[in-house]
């Protein structure tokens, strides 16, 4: 550690006693980060709703232990979102049964209606901001980008617009931005807005058919599908710098997740070939096809990391989430 062998300590020093109380509270720290996952397990699994089954699934992200998690009262999910620290999975639901927003336990257990959040007309992306206990959502039909509590009450009409065509969202949480995919009458195009959703700007313009959309705030970049033109794309977070990041071997990509810490892009695919989940490095190396087979997969979620045990106080939830966002890289799911 940084307080051992320090080369600026030499004993009889006037900073002694403030090198020791350092050392002591840098071993205070270290110990308490420590305990926070001193039962934790090593979490690598992937999330997906099936649009086709009616289901959401998730496996380890070596392919083993797949399973189906909520197989009852879903239908037709569509965008995932993961509460790692509140241990609750978040989905959209757009279908002629109703739309919704739903959420049940990572095990897929105590499956909960949201229903404060009525009135939708064909929800679609869903993006969490833990830290402010608050969700975000979009709703294709009314041409709207929603906020509201975890818990559906308290719902906001963030951005409001009858030709706005949202699919999916991302937050930036830290640096206060929201961002999303959209289709309009003028085009489709990448867009960003306040949290608040006052300062919308156009980012990118003349793509066919985006639809997810992840961010890479630490490397300064943003990745969206474009389901119509056959790839997957990134550019800098203000919109500049378009490049391909994948062209061949993707036909339909739909939805999109980040495991920062492994440095892989996670997509779904939705093409007449095969419904399966692909992945590859964030450059578009090293393609590979991880399940295939699948009826329709929608929204995906990627957990790469230790999953600590839930605290029983929100003080100690709001602690432990500052502590793994800010020093553990691999918390790359609490924020979409």
């Not at 307080?3 to 002591?24: E, K, L, V």
């Not at 980008?145 to 009409?157: F, H, K, M, V």
């Not at 009826?295 to 003080?315: K, R, Y």
């Given at each position: 550690?940084?307080?051992?062998?320090?080369?600026?300590?030499?004993?009889?020093?006037?900073?002694?006693?403030m090198?020791?109380?350092?050392?002591?509270?840098s071993?205070?720290?270290?110990?308490?980060?420590?305990?926070?996952?001193?039962?934790?397990?090593?979490?690598?699994?992937?999330?997906?709703?099936?649009?086709?089954?009616?289901?959401?699934?998730?496996?380890s992200?070596?392919?083993s232990?797949?399973?189906?998690?909520?197989?009852v009262?879903?239908?037709?999910?569509?965008?995932?979102?993961?509460d790692?620290?509140?241990g609750?999975?978040?989905?959209?639901?757009?279908?002629?049964?109703?739309?919704?927003?739903?959420r049940?336990?990572?095990?897929?257990?105590?499956?909960?209606?949201?229903?404060?959040?009525d009135?939708?007309?064909?929800?679609?992306?869903?993006?969490?901001?833990?830290?402010?206990?608050?969700?975000?959502?979009?709703?294709?039909?009314?041409?709207?980008?929603?906020?509201?509590?975890?818990?559906?009450?308290?719902?906001?009409?963030?951005?409001?617009?009858?030709?706005?065509?949202?699919?999916?969202?991302?937050?930036?949480?830290?640096?206060?931005?929201?961002?999303?995919?959209?289709?309009?009458?003028?085009?489709?195009?990448?867009?960003?807005?306040?949290?608040?959703?006052?300062n919308v700007?156009?980012?990118?313009?003349?793509?066919?058919?985006?639809?997810?959309?992840?961010?890479?705030?630490?490397?300064?970049?943003?990745?969206?599908?474009?389901?119509?033109?056959?790839?997957?794309?990134?550019?800098?977070?203000?919109?500049t710098?378009?490049e391909?990041?994948?062209?061949?071997?993707?036909?339909?990509?739909?939805?999109?997740?980040?495991?920062?810490?492994?440095?892989?892009?996670?997509?779904?695919?939705?093409?007449?070939a095969?419904?399966?989940?692909?992945?590859?490095?964030?450059?578009?190396?090293?393609?590979?096809?991880?399940?295939p087979?699948?009826?329709n997969?929608?929204?995906?979620?990627?957990?790469?990391?230790?999953?600590?045990?839930?605290?029983?106080?929100w003080?100690?939830i709001?602690l432990?989430?500052?502590?793994?966002?800010?020093?553990?890289?691999?918390?790359?799911?609490?924020?979409?």
């Amino acid at each position: 550690m940084a307080f051992m062998n320090n080369p600026g300590y030499a004993p009889g020093h006037r900073g002694d006693a403030m090198n020791r109380n350092s050392s002591s509270i840098s071993l205070l720290l270290a110990t308490c980060f420590l305990s926070l996952f001193a039962s934790a397990a090593c979490a690598e699994t992937i999330y997906w709703t099936d649009r086709g089954s009616n289901k959401i699934q998730r496996a380890s992200l070596n392919g083993s232990g797949y399973e189906d998690l909520v197989v009852v009262n879903v239908f037709e999910p569509v965008s995932i979102a993961l509460d790692v620290v509140g241990g609750k999975l978040y989905w959209t639901e757009a279908s002629p049964a109703g739309f919704m927003i739903s959420r049940a336990n990572l095990d897929g257990t105590n499956v909960e209606l949201l229903t404060p959040l009525d009135h939708l007309a064909e929800p679609s992306g869903i993006a969490l901001d833990i830290a402010a206990g608050k969700l975000y959502l979009t709703d294709v039909g009314n041409g709207r980008i929603l906020r509201a509590n975890l818990d559906g009450t308290g719902q906001e009409i963030l951005v409001s617009d009858p030709s706005l065509d949202a699919v999916e969202i991302a937050l930036d949480p830290p640096g206060g931005k929201m961002y999303w995919t959209s289709s309009t009458p003028s085009g489709s195009m990448i867009s960003r807005a306040n949290l608040d959703g006052t300062n919308v700007e156009t980012l990118v313009t003349g793509l066919l058919n985006p639809s997810g959309i992840a961010l890479d705030a630490v490397g300064g970049k943003v990745y969206w599908t474009d389901i119509g033109a056959g790839k997957i794309q990134r550019a800098n977070m203000n919109g500049t710098g378009v490049e391909d990041v994948i062209t061949s071997s993707v036909i339909a990509p739909v939805r999109i997740s980040l495991d920062l810490a492994a440095a892989k892009i996670y997509w779904t695919e939705a093409s007449p070939a095969d419904f399966m989940i692909s992945r590859a490095n964030l450059d578009g190396s090293n393609l590979e096809f991880l399940f295939p087979g699948l009826v329709n997969p929608s929204g995906i979620a990627v957990l790469s990391g230790p999953t600590p045990v839930v605290p029983t106080t929100w003080s100690a939830i709001k602690l432990l989430y500052k502590v793994t966002v800010r020093y553990s890289p691999s918390y790359s799911a609490i924020t979409p």
